[in-house]
């Protein structure tokens, strides 16, 4: 999650939402890839931390299906990222701060766990979630 937190940092100084994601291999240490929010700097409603973790996981992997893989993000998945995480084929995702407010895994929807999709990673939360939540309200205080 450190390092998950680092990245959010990164978003942050770009100006975007501090949301940092990291996926780690199936041994559960190896870093495949790492993503923070890039929206602002890239114009692109789709650049969400875990959305990029993904893609550049799978690139470096050579497959879109990450079984045995790990997500950690610093905020809870929104739907999209949720079901992007469903697709993947990840088998856990472990997150800081819930979000009341759009979070899809477990606070507001449940899409990660829903019975009806093909594939349902374990979900942790509350990970480190004190030090996720306060970049984020850093963030929207300075604004």
Not at 6 to 13: K, V
Not at 14 to 20: I, K, Y
Not at 107 to 120: A, E, G, P, T
Request: net charge negative.
């Amino acid at each position: 999650m450190r390092l998950a937190i680092d990245e959010a940092a990164l978003a942050a100084r770009g100006g975007d939402v501090p949301v940092g994601a990291v996926v780690l291999g199936a041994d559960g240490t190896t870093v495949l890839a790492t993503g923070h929010n890039e929206r602002e700097a890239g114009g692109d409603p789709t650049a969400h931390a875990e959305v990029l973790a993904l893609r550049r996981a799978a690139a470096r992997t050579g497959e879109w299906r990450l079984t045995g893989c790990t997500l950690v993000v610093t905020l809870e998945p929104c739907t999209m990222c949720a079901g992007a995480l469903v697709q993947s084929r990840v088998d856990r995702v472990v997150y800081g701060a819930r979000d009341d407010k759009a979070g899809a895994a477990g606070s507001l929807w449940d899409v990660v766990r829903d019975r009806r999709l093909n594939h349902r990673p374990e979900v942790i939360g509350g990970v480190l979630a004190e030090d996720c939540a306060g970049l984020l309200t850093e963030f929207f205080r300075s604004r």
